[in-house]
């Protein structure tokens, strides 16, 4: 790989054993990939906090034991614990303090305590051709299609080396090229609300598995649409970029999509394909449901807000949940506005930081899930071993509360 002069200080320990060491494997992994030089980037989401990825914990002891910090603004992604409720949430103590050194470490190597899979929300936000080192998969797919950065998939250990450096090695989804769409997919059907979307980006990564798809038909798609796009696009498949003909900002033509390639393939959706999967998400029938998980991934204010304003004048049922999963941040501001005193008035729980899925030393368990959000459905089962019900939001607060 080519190296500028200020990259070459980095690998031969100018600025510190930490950038050399970095440096170092960001090189190594570089010429692995076929990457002709280093990018800058201008931010980093980090997920070397939860408790539930093993080693991820003790890559920041690495890191600390050489005196390693970010040099570039870098966010947190979820933890396992909501270290304001915990006892609430019947968490074991050991956990919990476990939790809190993990956390200790993350601020001394200077990342930001965000502890949020929605970094843009939080003021991550980079523009359009901007390079980024992300981790979390739906924020990847946002970040790439929706806001036009530039981020391939990174793991926790990868987007912190990138963040001491300032750099990751230039190539995949930091290109050009590789950006074009190869996949068309044909919507023959009116898609609209977040779980039209959910669905569709569900059934689409569970077909291609992997590329670039470009999606004809979308007459219009707001942020929270775009975002379940997104979700569940990178939840059943390995899918970082998609196109929106007309919509998202890299495709205003179908020629802007493919740039100078043709589609390997053209996959046609129907309005049956989507009943059929909404079907196929529900294990179970909807009186059976225990828990209502919403905020997969983290809500904004706006879906709080909306979520305390259909609960004024209800009560969540006697024996069931509804855990609204968000970031501190949202949580804070959802507690000025008095969102919060609703939402807890009506038998909710607001969680912060974390999510069911990457939650531990629960004493019990959620039993069995009721969700707008396919993610939530697809991994509610495989990693909680919970059975799902999936529905749209009216519904799932209809079926949780009564007046």
């Keep these: 790989m080519y190296l500028t002069n200020e990259e070459e200080k980095m690998l031969s320990g100018e600025y510190g054993e930490a950038k050399q060491w970095a440096m170092e494997i960001l090189t190594k992994f570089g ?20 408790l539930k990825i093993p080693g991820e914990n003790e890559f920041i ?20 614990v909501d270290l304001k409720i915990w006892t609430e949430m019947n968490i074991d103590p050991e956990v919990a303090e476990k939790q809190k050194k993990v956390i200790m470490k993350s601020i001394e190597l200077g990342i930001a305590p965000t502890f949020t899979c929605t970094p843009y929300l939080v003021g991550n936000t980079p523009r359009i051709g901007e390079h980024v080192a992300w981790c979390e998969s739906s924020a990847i797919t946002y970040a790439n299609a929706v ?12 987007a912190l080396l990138a963040a001491i450096t300032g750099r990751t090695p230039m190539y995949g989804y930091h290109l050009k090229e590789n950006r074009w ?56 498949g390995q899918i970082a970029m998609f196109h929106i003909i007309g919509i998202t900002p890299e495709a205003q033509t179908k020629e802007d999509a493919f740039g100078k390639q043709s589609p390997r ?18 294990s179970i029938d909807v009186r059976q449901v225990d828990t209502v998980v919403l905020g997969c991934p983290h809500y904004s204010i706006d879906e709080i807000k909306n979520i305390a304003g259909y609960l004024v004048g209800r009560k969540v049922k006697r024996g069931k949940r509804l855990l609204i999963c968000t970031s501190s941040v949202m949580r804070h501001l959802a507690e000025r506005a ?61 079926i949780i509360t009564e007046r």
């Design 265 to 282: 393939e053209v996959m046609d959706i129907e309005r049956s394909d989507l009943d059929q999967l909404e079907s196929e998400l529900s």
């Design 181 to 236: 769409g190869d996949v068309l997919i044909r919507v023959r059907t009116i898609i609209k609300g977040e779980e039209d979307f959910s669905l569709l980006g569900y059934l689409v990564g569970r077909e291609i598995e992997i590329g670039v798809p470009v999606f004809e038909g979308i007459k219009c798609a707001n942020s929270l649409e775009l975002r379940a796009l997104a979700t569940s696009l990178a939840t059943t």
């Design 31 to 50: 010429d692995s990939v076929g990457a002709k030089k280093m990018v800058p980037i201008v931010s980093s989401h980090i997920s070397c906090l939860s």
């Design 147 to 158: 806001l036009g950065a530039r981020t391939n998939r990174e793991c926790g250990q990868s």
């Design 338 to 398: 008095g969102y919060a005193d609703i939402i807890r008035k009506a038998g909710g729980i607001i969680i912060s930081d974390t999510c069911p899925v990457l939650m531990v030393g629960l004493r019990e368990s959620f039993g069995c899930i009721g969700t707008n959000s396919t993610k939530m459905a697809h991994y509610g089962r495989l990693l909680t071993k919970s059975e799902t019900f999936f529905s749209d939001l009216r519904n799932c607060l209809e």
């Design 61 to 80: 002891d690495e890191v600390l034991s050489r005196n390693g910090r970010v040099e570039i603004f870098s966010t947190s992604q979820c933890i396992s």
